[in-house]
């Protein structure tokens, strides 16, 4: 399942070069923190789980069998890690500052109407996502944001894709109800 590239980056760190580590952590960096990001909801707590997460990654590179795709091993222990770090600490996710959003989201975009219009949205979808159990906001960010099929989020989870399909359709009524109230909430706050 490795490619040559990822079996000798991943030889070469387990031989103790440090430099091939930090190309390891530089190709993994954004995905590990982006998830962190959304679950956590808060950039120092993300910050902090995406350390934890290549901490343990060196401490598990030794026993990495390579029976699947690296992206999907690292992702794995970033969502175990999140999820470890809410049980333990059982704090609010909190909502993610503006000027993240503006700088992440929409480094891309030129026109300054989109970037209102589409930063009302994510905030929107943040503060919905951050309603939803941690397990619910980690199956729509799986599925929608990062863009994973059911057999990648089957390996990172460790669920069965019938499961999974069962979390995602309760997943998404959820969110969408979540929505719907924060919409209402908002006309009712706007014509008020």
Known sequence: ???????????????????????????????VFTLALRLLGNRDEAEEAAQD??????NALE??????????????????????RIKKYKKERLYVDVD?????????LDD?????VQAERTALINACLAK?????AAVITLFYFEEKNLVEMEKTLGLSVNTIKVRLFRAR????????????????????
């Open 1 to 31: 399942m490795l490619t040559n590239k990822e079996q000798e980056l991943i030889s070469e760190i387990r031989h103790g070069n440090t430099r091939a580590y930090s190309v390891f952590v530089d190709q993994y960096k954004d995905l």
């Open 53 to 58: 997460t290549f901490i343990k990654i060196f």
């Open 63 to 84: 026993t990495f069998k390579g029976d699947s795709k690296v992206s999907t091993w690292v992702y794995r222990i970033a969502y175990n890690t999140c999820l470890d």
């Open 100 to 108: 993240y959003i503006k700088e992440v989201a929409f480094s891309e």
């Open 112 to 116: 300054a109407l989109d970037k209102m």
């Open 132 to 136: 939803l159990p941690a397990e619910d």
């Open 173 to 192: 009524k959820k969110l969408a109800t979540i929505m719907e109230q924060s919409m209402e909430r908002e006309m009712l706050d706007n014509n008020g």
